[in-house]
């Protein structure tokens, strides 16, 4: 991936720091992309103090045109995106009937919508070149429903069906997109999910009460166990690989 340029969104912490780590240590210079401008640009200062070739360019992914012209910045500075990773996410837990519109339109907004506005300004640009890969960060409950979650599981769905679609629409471009579908992961996401003590117990273990099963490996992932199966599918080596869901929860889903 050396001399290679990348692109990341959410990438100010959790699995898209990991992912825009892992570019940079094989040689690409990423883009790393956040609305926490300040999160970001503390990430990205300890990974240039590395030696990693990161840039932090901070922006909304709701933005259609701030989108627009991050990719356009990206390019005249970096140089030609050949890998997108799409690992922006916002969750918002509870209950349907105690959900928020807000809520709901808000993890649609960053979820569905950003990986749309995302992956359709870069795709443009890939498609005249004839190269490209694409990884969308989606989740396990995309296909496995979660009590609780029913607004995350829902865009992450879209996220998900979104990007197949979009592979099959530029395959002939020789752009691959495929998906990556977490389980727990140890991020602020979901260390937001645990109201006690025994909210790890109850990921490892499982909890009857919300039909839901434990991680049979019995542990929770980390983030560089994501941006590996990630890197993958970005990588030559999955260079006959394109539509595809890999997930990556230690069995959590049994396999759906």
Not at 165 to 187: D, F, H, K, M
Not at 208 to 213: E, I
Request: with cysteine; glycine share 12%.
């Amino acid at each position: 991936m050396a001399g290679k340029v990348g692109l990341v969104t959410g990438a100010a912490g959790g699995i898209g720091r990991a992912v825009v780590r892992a570019l940079a240590e094989q040689g690409a210079a990423v883009a790393a992309v956040d609305r926490d401008g300040d999160g970001l640009r503390k990430s990205v200062a300890e990974l240039t103090r590395s030696g990693l070739p990161v840039t932090a360019y901070p922006a909304d992914v709701t933005d259609a045109a701030e989108v627009e012209e991050t990719v356009a910045a990206v390019e005249e500075r970096l140089g030609p995106v050949e890998y997108l990773v799409n690992a922006a996410g916002l969750l918002h837990v509870g209950e349907v009937r105690e959900l928020s519109g807000r809520d709901w339109a808000d993890m649609f907004a960053v979820n569905a919508s950003g990986v749309f506005h995302v992956s359709r300004a870069v795709v443009d640009r890939m498609a005249p070149r004839g190269r490209g890969a694409l990884v969308t960060v989606a989740s396990n409950a995309a296909a496995t429903p979660r009590a609780k979650m029913a607004g995350y599981a829902a865009s992450k769905a879209a996220a998900t069906m979104f990007t197949k679609s979009l592979g099959l629409e530029v395959a002939q471009y020789g752009i691959r997109c495929n998906v990556v579908a977490p389980g727990s992961t140890e991020t602020r996401m979901l260390w937001s999910m645990w109201q006690n003590d025994g909210g790890r117990a109850h990921t490892l273990n499982g909890n009857a009460a919300d039909f839901r099963v434990g991680i049979p490996l019995g542990k929770i992932a980390q983030p560089e166990d994501v941006a590996a199966a990630v890197l993958f599918l970005l990588s030559e080596q999955a260079g006959h690989i394109t539509l595809h869901d890999l997930t990556v929860d230690g069995g959590a889903a049994l396999g759906a």
